[in-house]
């Protein structure tokens, strides 16, 4: 088979390995969120307001997170280190250990 795969695309893209982001669990109980409940969407305290009762819900599976009273929203752990952190894209990636060295 022939390949075919000469990605062009922006340096910036093949330099983030998603696959190296740590797992969402592992993640979010180094940010010290505490996780309640059952299923597949887990509640926190939220971070990102004066959270009194947990507001926040993470699935745990894809890392995807949403606060139900201050709107905080995102699709992984990186979108939540980016916010959290006020990162960019790259710098958070970096952080999280899924950007490869550039030399
Ligand atoms: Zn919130």
């Known amino acids: 088979m022939k390949r075919t795969n000469q990605l062009r695309r922006g340096s910036c893209i093949s330099l983030f390995k998603r ?8 993640y979010y109980k180094g940010q010290g969120l505490k996780f309640i409940g059952g299923g597949e969407w887990k509640s926190a305290c939220c ?7 947990p ?8 890392g995807g997170f949403r606060c139900m009273a201050c ?5 992984d752990v ?4 980016m ?4 990162l960019s894209f790259i710098e958070a990636a ?3 250990g899924a950007w490869e060295a550039e030399r």
């Not at 696959?19 to 592992?26: A, D, E, K, T, Y």
């Not at 507001?55 to 894809?62: E, I, K, P």
């Open 94 to 96: 970096k952080q999280l």
């Open 78 to 81: 990186l979108a939540f280190h």
């Open 47 to 53: 971070p990102f307001h004066d959270d009194k009762r």
């Open 19 to 26: 696959n190296r982001l740590p797992s969402p669990f592992q």
């Open 71 to 75: 709107g905080a929203y995102g699709g």
């Open 55 to 62: 507001s926040l819900r993470v699935r745990l599976d894809t």
């Open 83 to 86: 916010q959290r952190h006020r």
